[in-house]
C-alpha cells in the first residue's frame, strides 16, 4: 500500500508572531478575581498580595504544573461523571467557588507529586479538608470525598496511584461561620491596603511567588485550620477508589471513528479488539496520560474562550467519521506539544512531525479550507520566549486530501487486518503496544 506524503500538499508555512505575542500575553496574563473564593480563604495572605500585584506571575514552567492538576481534573472527571455534575458553580454568604464534581455530594480533586501518608491526611493535606469543608457547608452537605492522584516516582513506586478519602463534617454552621471570619478579614485587609491582620502564608520561605512584596517575615498571625479541625470522621474508602477506576475502564469502544482515527488507522484498528480487561489493565497509564494535559488544556481553553466569536466548533460527519473541529480566528486550529528540546526548523516540519500536518490538513479539507494554523508548545525547550510557536499552513489540491481522509475512513470500517490499513508514524513503532501484533516492530 502506497504511503499517502502530506508534506507534498504543504504549499506554504508562515510563522505567526503577532498571534503567539498575543497568546503568551493571555497565558502570563493573570486577573485577580472581583468576587472572593474558596481557594482565596485557604490562603489569605496570597489571596491579598494577588490583587494588590496582578503583574506578579509565576514562571511557566511553575505554570506548566499547576495546569497539569487543572487538566486532570477535567479529564478524570468526565471519565467518571457526566457533564452536568462537572465543576458546578456555587455560591454562599457573598463567596464563590466551584466544586470538581457534585452529584450526591461534594467531591475535590487533588494531585500531588508528593507521597501521601493515608493515615493522616488532617496533618499532611489540611487544605485539602478545608476546601472540601467549605463546599460542603455552601451546599449544606454533611459529607464529602476527596479524591487524590498521586503522581509516580521512580523511588518510591505505589500500588495505587489513587486514592479516595470520605469526610463528615457534622458542624456546617461553625465552618460558615469561620468562612464569614476569613472573608471580612480579607475584604478589610484590601480596603485599607494592610495586610498584617492576616495569617502567615504556609509558602513562606518555599519560592512563593509574591515573597518580594509581602510581609510574611515579620507578621505576628500564625496559620492555622479551623475548618479542617472541624472535620468528623476521616477515612481511606478503598470501595469507592475501586469503583472508579471500574468506571474508567468499563466503556468499550465507540463504533464510531474520528479525525485522530484516520490519522493512526492500524492503532484505531487494534484499539477496538480490546477486551474490557485489556482497557482495565491500562488505568494507571491513562490516569498519568490525564496528568500531562493541564498545559495543553489551559492553552485551549485561551483559544476557546478568548475574544467572543472568535472560537468555534465545527461538527464534521462523514459516515461512521464523525467528530468536532476546532475553528478560531476562522481557521481550522490544532495544538500540539512535540517532546523535542529545541524547535524544529520551519521547512522542516512537515517531514519531521507529519501526523500534525495529516491531522491539520484533514480538518482543513473536511471543513473545506485551505490553510490552518498549528500551534506548537515546546514543553521541553527551555527559553520562555521560544516554547510557543504559532504557524499558519496553506494546503493545495485540497479534494486529493479530503479523499484520502474518506479512503481511510473506507478502510477501517471493513478493515481484517492492520495490513490493509496505512502505517503510522516509523517512530512511533519503538513504543507503540500493539508493534508485534502490526508487524512493523
Not at 217 to 228: N, R
Not at 337 to 362: A, C, M, N, Q, W
Not at 372 to 400: H, I, Q, S, T, W
Request: aromatic fraction near 10%.
Amino acid at each position: 500500500m502506497s504511503e499517502f506524503d502530506i508534506a507534498s500538499y504543504v504549499s506554504h508555512i508562515e510563522a505567526n508572531r503577532s498571534v503567539k505575542d498575543a497568546l503568551m500575553q493571555t497565558l502570563k496574563t493573570r486577573r485577580p478575581p472581583y468576587r472572593i473564593s474558596v481557594t482565596d480563604l485557604l490562603n489569605l495572605k496570597q489571596a491579598y498580595f494577588r490583587r494588590k500585584y496582578p503583574e506578579i506571575v509565576p514562571p511557566l514552567e511553575k505554570q506548566q504544573l499547576m495546569w497539569a492538576g487543572t487538566g486532570f481534573h477535567k479529564t478524570f472527571g468526565s471519565a467518571v461523571s457526566s457533564e452536568e455534575y462537572l465543576e458546578q458553580f456555587v455560591e454562599a454568604e457573598g463567596i464563590v467557588g466551584k466544586v470538581d464534581i457534585y452529584e450526591k455530594i461534594p467531591v475535590e480533586v487533588k494531585t500531588t507529586s508528593t507521597p501521601i501518608d493515608t493515615k493522616d491526611l488532617l496533618k499532611y493535606r489540611p487544605t485539602y479538608i478545608e476546601q472540601l469543608g467549605m463546599y460542603c457547608a455552601m451546599v449544606n452537605a454533611h459529607e464529602g470525598e476527596i479524591i487524590i492522584y498521586q503522581r509516580q516516582r521512580e523511588e518510591s513506586p505505589s500500588t495505587s496511584p489513587l486514592l479516595v478519602y470520605h469526610v463528615t463534617f457534622p458542624d456546617l454552621e461553625a465552618i460558615r461561620s469561620e468562612m464569614r471570619r476569613r472573608r471580612d478579614l480579607l475584604v478589610q485587609a484590601l480596603i485599607s491596603n494592610d495586610p498584617s491582620n492576616l495569617p502567615v502564608c504556609p509558602w513562606l520561605n518555599k519560592q512563593c511567588d509574591y515573597s518580594q512584596v509581602c510581609d510574611c517575615a515579620t507578621t505576628s498571625v500564625p496559620a492555622s485550620h479551623e475548618i479542617a479541625e472541624l472535620a468528623g470522621e476521616i477515612y481511606v474508602d478503598s470501595t469507592t477508589c475501586e469503583q472508579l477506576l471500574s468506571k474508567m475502564a468499563g466503556s468499550h469502544p465507540s463504533q464510531l471513528f474520528g479525525i485522530n482515527d484516520i490519522v493512526f488507522p492500524r492503532k484505531a484498528y487494534f484499539e477496538r479488539l480490546k477486551s474490557s480487561e485489556e482497557v482495565r489493565e491500562e488505568k494507571e497509564e491513562y490516569l498519568r496520560s490525564m496528568d500531562e494535559r493541564g498545559f495543553l488544556d489551559a492553552l485551549r481553553d485561551s483559544l476557546r474562550y478568548g475574544a467572543p466569536g472568535e472560537a468555534q466548533r465545527i461538527p464534521v460527519k462523514h459516515a461512521p467519521l464523525t467528530d468536532l473541529v476546532q475553528i478560531w480566528q476562522n481557521l481550522p486550529t490544532i495544538l500540539r506539544d512535540p517532546k523535542f528540546s529545541s524547535l524544529v526548523e520551519r521547512d522542516r516540519l512537515p517531514r519531521t512531525i507529519p501526523h500534525y500536518f495529516l491531522r491539520l490538513g484533514f480538518e482543513c479539507a473536511l471543513t473545506e479550507n485551505a490553510k490552518g494554523r498549528m500551534l506548537l508548545y515546546y514543553v521541553r525547550v527551555p527559553r520562555e520566549d521560544a516554547k510557543l510557536m504559532v504557524y499558519d499552513v496553506n494546503f493545495r489540491n485540497l479534494n486529493a486530501v479530503k479523499a484520502e481522509a474518506l479512503r481511510r475512513l473506507e478502510l477501517l470500517g471493513k478493515a481484517t487486518s492492520p495490513l490493509q490499513l496505512p502505517k503510522c508514524p516509523s517512530w512511533m513503532c519503538n513504543y507503540c503496544d500493539y508493534r508485534l501484533e502490526c508487524g512493523e516492530a
